[in-house]
C-alpha cells in the first residue's frame, strides 16, 4: 500500500499491483562499476590497436594517431594513450632530441610489431 498526501490534509490509499524491490546499494555499485571498468579497458584496448595499426607502415604524427583512435587532438588524450605506448617501447619517436617539435612523428618499434602480432 502507498499512501499520497495531497493538498488540504486529504490522503488516499493506493494499493500497489506489485510490491517494491529493496536493492542491495553496495552490491548494485559493484557490479556496475566492474562493467563501466571492463568496457573502459575494451574501449582503451581498442584504441591502442588502432594506433599501433595506423603507423604499422609508417610513421605518423600525433594528429595522425589521435584521428586513427576517433579522438580529438587534445594534450589530454596525448598523455593518455600515446605516453603510455612510448614508455612501454611499443612507440618511439622520430626526433628524440626535440620531443615538442612540430616535425615529430611516432613508428612503431619491435616491441610493438610484437605487440601487434599476438
Avoid at 594534450?75 to 628524440?96: A, D, S
Avoid at 612540430?102 to 610484437?114: K, N, P, S
Amino acid at each position: 500500500m502507498q499512501i499520497l498526501e495531497i493538498g488540504m490534509r486529504l490522503r488516499f490509499i493506493v494499493p500497489l499491483q506489485q510490491p517494491l524491490k529493496v536493492y542491495d546499494k553496495s552490491n548494485t555499485s559493484e557490479q556496475v562499476s566492474e562493467q563501466v571498468s571492463e568496457q573502459v579497458s575494451e574501449q582503451v584496448s581498442e584504441q591502442v590497436s588502432a594506433i599501433l595499426l595506423d603507423c604499422q607502415y609508417r610513421s605518423r604524427s600525433k594528429q595522425e594517431l589521435l584521428a586513427a583512435a576517433g579522438l580529438a587532438n587534445v594534450y589530454l588524450n596525448y598523455k593518455r594513450h600515446i605516453t603510455p605506448l612510448l614508455e612501454q617501447g611499443l612507440l618511439e619517436m622520430t626526433i628524440p632530441d626535440k620531443p615538442k617539435s612540430r616535425l615529430q612523428q611516432y613508428r612503431l618499434t619491435e616491441a610493438g610489431r610484437l605487440f601487434l602480432n599476438r
